[in-house]
C-alpha cells in the first residue's frame, strides 16, 4: 500500500494478524498505531501524527525528521564502474554524480505525474466526445427512420439505412433508403 502523507510526514500500513499497522517513517521516534478497518487507516494516521507533534511541542522538543545528508549505496560491480566513468567524463566527484542522478530522477517522477495527468484528462475528453458523436447520429437516424414511417422498414432490413430526401430519385418527392455502407447522413 502506498504510504500516506501528512503534515510532512509518511506512514506506511501493514496488515498482519487481521490489523491493520500504522508506523510513521523517517523519524527517530517509533510512532505505531492499530487500527481494524482500512477505512480508519487514513484517519488513524493523521491522529497519531498530530499527536507526536503535540507531545513534541509540549516537551520543547524538534519533531522535524533528522537526517545527515549521508548514506551507503549499494550497486553491481559494473554499475559502480559506469557512474565512475560518467562522473569522471563530466569532471566532478562520483558524490556529485549520484546527486545529480537523483535530482533528475525527482524531476522526471514530477513530470511523469504532470504528464499522466494531462492524458488521463485528454483521454476522458475525448471519450465524452466519442460518445456524444455516436448518441448525435443514433439521434438523427432515430428520428429520420420516424419520418413518414420508414422506421418499421429499416428495422426489416437493417442492410439499408435512412438518407434523406433525394432530388434527382426516380420517384420525384420520395424519401430513400441506400445500403448502408454508403450512408450520407443530414443534420
Not at 523517517?26 to 491522529?47: N, T, Y
Not at 507531545?55 to 549499494?74: H, I, M, W
Not at 549520484?98 to 530522477?105: F, G, P, T
Not at 525527482?106 to 511523469?112: P, R, T
Request: charged share 25%; glycine share 6%; hydrophobic share 40%.
Amino acid at each position: 500500500m502506498k504510504p500516506i502523507s501528512y503534515k510532512g510526514y509518511q506512514a506506511s500500513v501493514e496488515y498482519e494478524d487481521g490489523s491493520l499497522f500504522i508506523k510513521v517513517l523517517h523519524i527517530d521516534d517509533l510512532l505505531v498505531a492499530q487500527c481494524e478497518a482500512a477505512s480508519e487507516v487514513e484517519s488513524c494516521a493523521h491522529a497519531l501524527i498530530d499527536d507526536y507533534l503535540a507531545t513534541c511541542a509540549e516537551l520543547g522538543r524538534d519533531p522535524s525528521p533528522t537526517y545527515k545528508g549521508s548514506f551507503n549505496v549499494r550497486m553491481e560491480p559494473e554499475l559502480h564502474r559506469k557512474v565512475a566513468t560518467a562522473s569522471a567524463d563530466l569532471g566532478i566527484s562520483l558524490n556529485a554524480w549520484i546527486n545529480l542522478a537523483v535530482k533528475e530522477k525527482l524531476s522526471c517522477n514530477d513530470i511523469e505525474a504532470r504528464f499522466d495527468g494531462v492524458f488521463t484528462k485528454k483521454r476522458q475528453e475525448m471519450s465524452v466526445e466519442a460518445t456524444l458523436q455516436v448518441l448525435r447520429a443514433q439521434q438523427s437516424i432515430n428520428a429520420s427512420l420516424f419520418y413518414e414511417g420508414h422506421y418499421q422498414t429499416a428495422q426489416d432490413t437493417p442492410q439499408f439505412a435512412y438518407v434523406d430526401y433525394i432530388a434527382d430519385n426516380p420517384i420525384e418527392g420520395r424519401h430513400v433508403f441506400m445500403p448502408s455502407g454508403r450512408v450520407k447522413m443530414h443534420g
